[in-house]
């Protein structure tokens, strides 16, 4: 490992040892100070959402399906005295096809059409280390791991939400990880939305404990001063939010326990809760997990700190990954959802079924939705082929909506 890399073990990837979390794809090789990646990813999408024609579309219309290439590239070098810097940028290109109007790196985050060939600088970050204390400075992606309400994922290889933050990471106590946050904006392509009123951002402490035998104890706590990102009337209000886990391996099987809680000042706004429980196990090539969740009727979402923008950790996520990045509103909810893989042919066939029930203020009655697919490599390329399916069941006079999605997208790491 060249010495450069020594800083994404610092300042990042410790960030981490909270449990068996993959990083963020593309993750920098080992024997590199520079990464990067080629994707395609190409969405052919079916909506029929009963009369309500503009939301309404056929496989194979233009206006709904999505398709993007793109290139990563990436750096990250030791300038010295524990100084370093890290940069990644990233481009995306239809190359003028006409076969689709939307663009596939944002496709889960906004059913919008988009610019089919741009590019962003989408980290730029200096680090500094000593001890076992590691600082990074700047546009940066922040992992799952510990910041399960403001983290980033990627798509076609393009960090869909990168974060303005300074983080903090310690190891001093045995077997935990402390860190320390403040993040100021978030940035998905061409937009970068400003955290608080008066860029106040959002202050983060998270914990990370592996002291007893083959479990992981894991806490986050959220504060959002002056949040201007849920309408009001009586301006921008505090948020504040704790997300906690536990989870534990048992010969084959490992279990794990989940709870979120959202609260604020904002007038008329009910505190949110979400408590979830999953079981899984593996058997030879064969692994399964179930989840069962709830969520209350409260009135803030389980994305980013109440707010509902970006993304969710949540476990009990019904459709998470299906359609979009999680059904985390602030309804009443009851979910249930089991995922399956089976290692063959030399890839890994897997498939997914996801069923909530929403309470009564809700548009829809209940919501089912699955997904299978097949992922496999060919000469370093690796590919992924799968199809997408929910139903939701509308009620008090909205209509029924059912969504289908075949993707297809493939993927080379250098």
């Given at each position: 490992m060249k010495k450069g890399l020594l800083l994404s073990?610092?300042?990042?990837?410790?960030?981490?040892?909270?449990?068996?979390?993959?990083p963020v794809e593309p993750a920098a090789p080992a024997t590199s100070d520079f990464w990067g990646q080629i994707g395609v990813r190409y969405d052919a999408n079916d909506v029929d959402f009963g009369s309500l024609t503009p939301a309404n579309s056929d496989f194979g219309d233009e206006e709904n399906n999505g398709f993007s290439t793109a290139i990563v590239l990436g750096v990250e070098k030791q300038l010295g005295a524990g100084f370093g810097f890290g940069a990644e940028v990233a481009g995306w290109t239809d190359f003028g096809l006409d076969i689709a109007d939307r663009v596939a790196v944002d496709n889960e985050l906004a059913a919008i059409a988009g610019d089919q060939t741009s590019a962003e600088v989408s980290q730029a970050y200096l680090t500094y280390s000593f001890g076992n204390t590691a600082?990074?400075?700047?546009?940066?992606?922040?992992?799952?791991?510990?910041?399960?309400w403001a983290w980033s994922d990627r798509s076609v290889g393009v960090i869909d939400i990168s974060y303005d933050a300074i983080v903090a990471v310690n190891t001093d106590i045995a077997n935990t990880t402390l860190v320390g946050a403040w993040v100021a904006n978030a940035a998905n392509i061409d937009d970068t939305i400003h955290l608080g009123d008066d860029n106040n951002g959002i202050f983060m402490l998270a914990l990370i404990n592996k002291s007893l035998e083959n479990t992981t104890l894991s806490m986050?706590?959220?504060?959002?001063?002056?949040?201007?990102?849920?309408?009001?009337?009586?301006?921008?209000?505090?948020?504040?939010?704790?997300?906690?886990?536990?989870?534990?391996?048992?010969?084959?099987?490992?279990?794990?326990?989940?709870?979120?809680y959202v609260d604020g000042d904002f007038n008329g706004m009910d505190t949110t809760y979400g408590i979830a429980g999953k079981i899984g196990s593996s058997w030879g090539d064969f692994s399964a997990e179930g989840v069962v969740a709830y969520i209350n009727d409260g009135d803030y979402s389980l994305k980013t700190a109440g707010t509902g923008a970006g993304t969710s950790g949540f476990w009990g996520n019904s459709f998470g990954g299906f359609f979009t990045n999680g059904d985390t509103v602030g309804d009443d909810q009851t979910i249930v959802r089991v995922d399956m893989a089976y290692n063959v042919f030399g890839g890994k066939l897997f498939g997914g079924l996801g069923y909530v029930d929403y309470g009564d203020t809700f548009a829809f009655d209940n919501g089912f939705g699955g997904r299978i697919g097949y992922k496999f490599?060919?000469?370093?390329?690796?590919?992924?082929?799968?199809?997408?399916?929910?139903?939701?069941?509308?009620?008090?006079g909205v209509p029924d909506l059912t969504k289908q999605r075949v993707r297809v997208e493939a993927y080379y790491k250098f």
């Open positions: 073990v610092a300042a990042t990837a410790v960030m981490f040892a909270g449990g068996d979390i993959v600082f990074k400075m700047g546009r940066q992606a922040l992992p799952k791991a510990v910041s399960p986050s706590a959220y504060y959002f001063p002056k949040d201007n990102l849920i309408p009001s009337t009586t301006g921008p209000e505090d948020i504040w939010s704790v997300w906690a886990a536990a989870e534990t391996n048992y010969d084959t099987f490992h279990f794990g326990l989940q709870g979120a490599t060919v000469a370093g390329v690796n590919a992924n082929v799968e199809y997408r399916y929910a139903d939701y069941s509308g009620q008090a």
